[in-house]
């Protein structure tokens, strides 16, 4: 049972556009949830969060929306540049049982930005 | 700090084989997870621990896989016998255990069951 996924396997945008990425998960008790980047031959690392408390988090080209009644979030990355062609992954966590940081991942999207 | 140091990068071996995947977390980290990566599941958690210790492995496809922690600073993954479905990239992880945690990986394990 896929909690958390991401529908489409991949995107491609034209450099200096917006890239939006969507992520949608089933357990109402995630309250954290996460946007990790990959690399090929590199493993995931950490790019943005945002906690249920919140509906928006932003740094600096990258803002995190969370939409909880809908159970569902978006990676909007403005502008695109090329270097941010890569896989990326959703994650969530359950914030008040969870003291070991379980992560649960999405499936991944990966982004191609054109020149 | 290195980072968490996963080995081997690569792996290819024939099926029923033996296939063990180690990994140094980041020193001062107490939690730990092993992840395999597919098209189909994306980032699928198989175990995690915490302290060195086991806490939740229902991720664990099979009992042909099995994972230990002796210590705080290794972990081995084990999959005895090996066969070609399970060839993916297997990823570790650390963290401090804490809320609102994010977690640092390894560089993964390309593993190919032949």
């Known amino acids: 049972d896929q909690q958390v996924k991401q529908n489409s396997p991949s995107l491609s945008v034209q450099e200096g556009r917006i890239s939006i990425l969507n992520c949608d998960y089933t357990?109402?008790?995630?309250?954290?949830f996460l946007w990790y980047k990959k690399y090929p031959a590199e493993g995931p690392t950490f790019l943005i969060s945002?906690?249920?408390?919140?509906d928006k988090n932003e740094d600096g080209r990258f803002t995190v929306f969370l939409n909880k009644s809908a159970k569902h979030l978006s990676l909007h990355i403005v502008p695109s540049q090329p270097g941010d062609s890569a896989v990326y992954f959703c994650a969530a966590s359950v914030f008040q049982t969870s003291n070991t940081g379980k992560l649960i991942f999405g499936q991944g999207t990966t982004l191609q930005v054109k020149p | 700090d290195a980072g968490v140091i996963q080995s081997p990068r690569h792996e290819v071996t024939e099926m029923g084989q033996e296939v063990t995947l180690r990994c140094k977390p980041i020193?001062?980290?107490?939690?730990l997870f092993w992840y395999r990566q597919t098209m189909m599941r994306g980032l699928e958690l198989l175990i995690y621990f915490n302290n060195n210790v086991p806490i939740d492995d229902s991720g664990m496809p099979e009992d042909r896989f099995s994972a230990k922690m002796p210590n705080a600073s290794f972990s081995t993954l084990k999959i005895q016998p090996s066969e070609p479905r399970d060839s993916a990239v297997y990823f570790c992880?650390?963290?401090?255990?804490?809320?609102?945690?994010?977690?640092?990986f390894g560089s993964g394990t390309q593993l190919s069951v032949l």
């Open positions: 357990n109402s008790m995630f309250d954290y």
């Open positions: 020193s001062g980290h107490n939690s």
């Open positions: 992880a650390s963290g401090t255990g804490a809320t609102n945690e994010k977690l640092f």
């Open positions: 945002i906690s249920s408390i919140k």
